[in-house]
């Protein structure tokens, strides 16, 4: 089975600064899809940014990126010029074959002002 | 902007009461997902449907939970009785096919306290 997890519970960053979320996943599926959501304190998930596992290419969405390692079956994200709304919860999510999201723990990110 | 929309928003019970959550989907959407989500916890997916169809409910407490999508729209998910362990945040997602490349978009979900 598959399984997702964030070793950091939570992180700090200063406004405008960069921080970088982990994450690390274990399978035996070649092809699947890897997600970083954000969850705002009282306001529903959002998508940040998803990799496709056979895309070598790291993805990127303005300020966020991720580090795409798949042979350490690693994918951090970080977040560039931090500003204070993106402090949240960030879930680290892997889709499976059986069309089946897992959600790592999370990581709390605060933003220092 | 289309939203998820998910009622009540906050729900107080006693245990071994029923209560029951609503979910209204983005128009369209053919997939609904209804998670559980423990505080200090992700999401954990309890029933997955396609229009009206369940596809995977393989973590869904089949003895209290229930959920159903009559008309392959709305959603309601059921506990019946409530126990103190069910306390949570219960969010509803849904997309416009069940494959990764389609965006789940999530509702501001229902957090349950059970006494």
């Known amino acids: 089975a598959q399984t997702v997890t964030q070793s950091q519970p939570e992180m700090s960053v200063q406004e405008a600064e960069t921080v970088t979320l982990s994450c690390t996943y274990d399978?035996?599926?070649?092809?699947?899809?890897l997600f970083w959501y954000k969850q705002p304190p009282s306001r529903q998930m959002i998508l940040v940014i998803r990799?496709?596992?056979?895309?070598?290419q790291n993805a990127t969405e303005n300020r966020f990126s991720v580090n795409f390692q798949k042979a350490a079956k690693s994918f951090s994200l970080k977040i560039s010029d931090s500003q204070l709304g993106d402090a949240a919860m960030y879930f680290c999510?892997?889709?499976?074959?059986?069309?089946?999201?897992?959600f790592g723990t999370g990581t709390r990110l605060k933003v220092l002002a | 902007e289309a939203e998820v929309a998910q009622s009540p928003r906050y729900k107080i019970t006693e245990k071994s009461q029923a209560v029951a959550f609503w979910c209204d989907p983005i128009?369209?959407?053919?997939?609904l997902y209804w998670y559980r989500q423990i505080l200090g916890q992700g999401p954990e997916l309890l029933v997955q449907?396609?229009?009206?169809?369940?596809?995977?409910d393989s973590q869904l407490p089949k003895d209290r939970f229930s959920a159903e999508r009559l008309k392959g729209v709305d959603s309601t998910l059921k506990i019946q009785p409530a126990e103190l362990g069910d306390s949570a945040m219960y969010l509803c997602?849904?997309?416009?096919?069940?494959?990764?490349?389609?965006?789940?978009?999530f509702g501001a979900g229902t957090r349950l306290s059970v006494l």
């Open positions: 128009s369209g959407h053919a997939t």
């Open positions: 999510a892997y889709f499976s074959g059986t069309y089946k999201y897992i």
């Open positions: 997602a849904s997309s416009e096919g069940r494959g990764a490349r389609n965006i789940q978009y």
């Open positions: 399978t035996s599926e070649s092809d699947y899809y």
């Open positions: 449907f396609q229009d009206e169809s369940v596809v995977d």
């Open positions: 990799q496709e596992a056979y895309k070598q």
